[in-house]
Every structure is written in structure tokens, then in C-alpha cells.
Nanobody, 127 residues
Framework: QAQIVESGGGAVEAGGSLRLSCTTS????????MAWFRQAPGKEREGLAA????????EYRDFVRGRFTISRDDAANTVYLQMNSLKPEDAAVYYC????????????????????WGQGTQVTVSS
């Protein structure tokens, strides 16, 4: 059974950094498009970053571009999200998602395109 497990969340001060990891098992990781989403209390889930199966193409939402970096290690079946210059508004539960058949441009971050999701990891940013 395919599983996705996020880790690396925690509490950090504004301006700090965190590196999230998303480790998968039970799936052919290298053929999946991977993405990171987040959801803050009272807000809709939003896409942040996505990376294609060969790692050659990445997309970011404007509000994280330049601060967040997505990467993948196919040998480790893991995708990462390096988050720098964190702001209080970045506080949320961060989710990793895997999609094999993406029906939209990955830059649209359509949740329904991703069939596998982790349970999330909490990120707290204090001002």
C-alpha cells in the first residue's frame, strides 16, 4: 500500500528556515509528480511547489518563489521543501502529494490531480 509521510515541521522564528521531507513507500516514486501544499486554520488548502518526475521542471507560487525550494531524491523516494526567510503567514499544516496523471498544468496546483496525500506536518512561525 502506497504511503506518504511528511516530517521536518516545527516552530521557528520569523526569518528562520526549515526543511520538510516527504518520504514515500509502496509506489514507483520516480514516475510521480510531487507537490507541496499547505493549509492554515480557516483558509483553503493552497499549492506551493511542484516538481516533475525527472526533477527538471519545477513550479512555485509567487508568494514562495525565491524563499522555498523543492527537490527530489529518487534513490531515497523522497521529496524535500527547503523553506527560508519564513514569515508568520507561512504557519500552516504542510502536506505532500503525489500525482501520476496530472490533468492540468502543474503550475495550477489542482488538488484533484494528486491521488496520494500525507497526513501533514505542522509549521509554526513566531514573529
Amino acid at each position: 500500500q502506497a504511503q506518504i509521510v511528511e516530517s521536518g515541521g516545527g516552530a521557528v522564528e520569523a526569518g528562520g528556515s526549515l526543511r520538510l521531507s516527504c518520504t514515500t513507500s509502496g509506489l514507483n516514486f520516480e514516475i510521480y509528480i510531487m507537490a507541496w501544499f499547505r493549509q492554515a486554520p480557516g483558509k483553503e488548502r493552497e499549492g506551493l511547489a511542484a516538481i516533475t518526475w525527472n526533477g527538471n521542471h519545477k513550479e512555485y507560487r509567487d508568494f514562495v518563489r525565491g524563499r522555498f525550494t523543492i527537490s527530489r531524491d529518487d534513490a531515497a523516494n523522497t521529496v524535500y521543501l527547503q523553506m527560508n526567510s519564513l514569515k508568520p503567514e507561512d504557519a500552516a499544516v504542510y502536506y505532500c502529494a503525489a500525482g501520476r496523471h496530472i490533468n492540468h498544468d502543474i503550475a495550477e496546483f489542482v488538488s484533484d490531480d494528486y491521488e496520494l496525500w500525507g497526513q501533514g506536518t505542522q509549521v509554526t512561525v513566531s514573529s
